[in-house]
């Protein structure tokens, strides 16, 4: 099968692609952006539109315990390790469409292309639609993959929703799922069982905007350390206090956001890869006025990078930071729940056979390291040979000005199914 075959196979699914889109982008309609919600009415409806395509392509369905939708293309071999591909069906509140839903539908596009073509799998291809992938609901991301590979801490079941303040257990009861299962460790999918796993997923950056290329073979994930709820805790006092009396609370906390900005900025100067991110950062609403010095501060942190080493050292950075901060604001920093994603590696194979099928095909791509973090990230992290496609998109993402041509993802499209079609499938 040559992969211009191929290609103007999946050309032939832009209608399906382009309905699937709108459907999603109707049913998380919530202006100005799309709010799809996790474990919620948004990711539940979504996965339904995208069950019954898969239903008319006939795949098997099956939902597990942390309510992940798995859609199966049995092979030859069903004993075989299968390929997975897939993504997530939530969004951010006010977000946009494409983040997450634009991988899903690309696996679909992807399979009804070869299954048009006459092909049929050697071993299962299974198109997977991950819960929650976004850490806005529970403070956590990635549950629906840490769950599927046993890599969610069991104390993440009682954390509270946003919006709804029920637990995630509770909210995976709703869906179908069962939180007893995960809480007692269970693996839902067992890595030996899987010889691949991969992404199609927008950029969240406007770097192949930049470099004028449609897709991106990824080079890599970040692993990040989170801190959700940092809580700096000094006096509050009167608005005549000298300065010297002084236990600024909200200084500190803007101390500690430049502290962090100017580590990034020494790492990007010895060209080592991060990003540090402070999305919550406030005085506390109850206390806080005009006349009174601020005894209370909250912010959030995120820090990214790229190797498991260099991720460890900027969080020994971190905490030298902040000791030095405490005491020369006299002040206490607590740092709290700390949250970590692995890095994720991405396996020299796959990378080398997408890039040479985009080349094969006349696509222009771009390595690019990932800016963000995924659920591809979890698969590679369990030891399963993991790939990503990144798609051109303007404006960031996790807004609602994310933009991403459907011809740049028809593009990953094909490169998806020209991988697919030579690393697993034969003719029927
Ligand atoms: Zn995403």
């Not at 597990?64 to 049995?74: E, G, I, K, V």
């Not at 990040?224 to 236990?247: M, Y």
């Not at 094969?360 to 963000?372: D, E, K, T, V």
């Not at 609602?400 to 499209?413: C, N």
């Amino acid at each position: 099968m040559t992969p211009a075959r191929i290609a103007a196979a999946v050309a032939a699914q832009r209608p399906l692609v382009q309905r699937l889109l709108d459907g999603v982008a109707e049913i998380g309609a919530d202006p100005p952006g799309i709010t799809r919600d996790a474990f919620g009415p948004g990711e539940n409806q979504a996965q339904a539109l995208v069950a019954e395509a898969a239903r008319g392509l006939g795949l098997v369905l099956a939902s597990d315990a942390a309510a992940n939708l798995a859609m199966t293309w049995p092979g030859a071999d069903r004993s075989a390790p299968r390929l997975m591909i897939g993504s997530h069906l939530d969004s951010v509140l006010h977000g946009g469409n494409f983040d997450g839903a634009a991988g899903v539908l690309a696996g679909l596009a992807a399979i009804a292309a070869l299954r048009g073509l006459g092909l049929r799998p050697r071993q299962d291809i299974t198109l997977l639609a991950t819960r929650c992938e976004e850490a806005v609901w529970f403070q956590l991301g990635l549950i629906g993959s840490r769950a599927a590979l046993g890599l969610l801490p069991v104390a993440a079941l009682g954390l509270p929703r946003t919006g709804t303040g029920r637990s995630l257990a509770d909210h995976i009861r709703d869906c179908g799922g069962e939180p007893e299962a995960l809480a007692a460790g269970t693996r839902l999918i067992e890595p030996a069982t899987v010889r691949a796993f991969l992404e199609v997923h927008i950029e969240q950056a406007p770097q192949l905007v930049e470099a004028d290329a449609a897709i991106a073979v990824c080079t890599g994930i970040p692993g990040n350390i989170r801190h959700p709820r940092i809580r700096i805790t000094g006096e509050d006092a009167h608005v005549g206090l000298p300065r010297r009396f002084r236990r600024d609370a909200a200084l500190a906390g803007a101390d500690l956001a430049l502290a962090l900005e100017a580590l990034w900025r020494e790492e990007e100067v010895a060209g080592r890869a991060m990003a540090c991110t402070i999305g919550r950062f406030h005085t506390l609403a109850d206390r806080h006025a005009m006349t009174v010095v601020p005894g209370g501060f909250e912010m959030s942190l995120d820090l990214r990078a790229y190797e498991a080493g260099h991720l460890a050292a900027l969080e020994q950075r971190l905490h030298g930071i902040v000791a030095r901060i405490a005491a020369a604001r006299g002040v206490t920093i607590d740092l709290g729940e700390r949250n970590a994603g692995a890095v994720g590696q991405m396996d020299p194979g796959i990378r080398a056979g997408l890039a040479d099928a985009a080349a094969r095909l006349g696509i222009a791509q771009h390595p690019l390291g990932s800016p963000a973090s995924h659920d591809a990230a979890d698969f590679a992290a369990a030891g399963i040979p993991t790939g990503m496609l990144l798609v051109r998109n303007r404006n960031g993402s996790h807004n609602p000005h994310e933009e991403m041509e459907t011809a740049d993802l028809m593009a990953a499209i094909a490169v998806l199914a020209v991988w697919l079609a030579e690393a697993g499938c034969e003719a029927a």
